[in-house]
């Protein structure tokens, strides 16, 4: 059974720093990885979305890489933003969608 | 371009009454899904529909039933509500676009169970 872990559960910096939000997966048969952010009481927003074939994507300030092999992906936020502040998820897919528990992230200004 | 819709967005229940859960796509996906967000759990699948006329059960199925109307549609019905489904729930559809999935969500249904 896929499992999903994402760490660390919260994390605080000061603006400008950059940062890695880490997700680790239990099978490795996957047909994808997505990062989603969410806002408080909001839906899910897809950020990145890295084909089991792919190794990295990037979109602006954000870099998402993905090991297949051992099982984990790094989202890599540069130049940090109070903007940025929401708690980002994970989603592995192989025949469903199987969600970690999240990173809350609070940028300070 | 709206998406993934689901109705209604708040919705207050007593203990033991039934509601049913709408979600429409009209992206023309075959795969939907309805989750759960509870705080400190993440998100846990309830059901799937990979097309239309089937379903699975996800991790959390007690409780609940789904039906695939359409392609468009997947309702998720509570047929006698319980306290421990209070929750936040997402509708979301997928598709393969250019060989990678991606998947959509709605922006969820608060419920309460008093």
């Known amino acids: 059974k896929q499992e999903v872990t994402q760490i660390p559960a919260a994390l605080s910096v000061p603006e400008g720093e950059n940062l890695v939000l880490n997700c680790s997966f239990t099978d490795s048969a996957i047909y994808n990885l997505q990062w989603f952010r969410q806002d408080p009481g909001k839906g899910l927003t897809s950020l990145l979305l890295?084909?089991?074939?792919?190794r990295e994507q990037t979109s602006g300030r954000l870099n998402a890489s993905l090991d297949k092999s051992s099982g984990r992906s790094t989202l890599y936020i540069a130049a940090s933003q109070p903007g940025d502040s929401a708690t980002y998820l994970c989603?592995?897919?192989?025949?469903?969608?199987?969600f970690g528990t999240g990173t809350r992230l609070k940028v300070l200004a | 371009n709206a998406g993934v819709t689901q109705t209604p967005k708040f919705q207050v229940l007593k203990t033991g009454q039934s509601m049913t859960l709408q979600c429409a796509q009209d992206m023309n996906h075959n795969s939907m899904y309805w989750y759960r967000q509870d705080p400190g759990m993440g998100l846990r699948l309830i059901y799937y529909?990979?097309?239309?006329?089937?379903?699975d059960k996800g991790e959390v199925p007690n409780g609940y039933n789904v039906s695939r109307l359409n392609k468009r549609e997947f309702s998720l019905r509570l047929e006698s509500a319980a306290p421990s489904q209070t929750s936040v729930y997402f509708c979301?559809?997928?598709?393969?676009?250019?060989?990678?999935?991606?998947?959509?969500f709605g922006q969820g249904t608060r419920l309460t169970v008093v």
């Open positions: 989603a592995v897919h192989s025949v469903e969608y199987i």
């Open positions: 529909s990979a097309s239309e006329g089937t379903t």
């Open positions: 979301a559809s997928s598709e393969a676009l250019q060989g990678a999935w991606s998947a959509f």
């Open positions: 890295i084909q089991s074939s792919q």
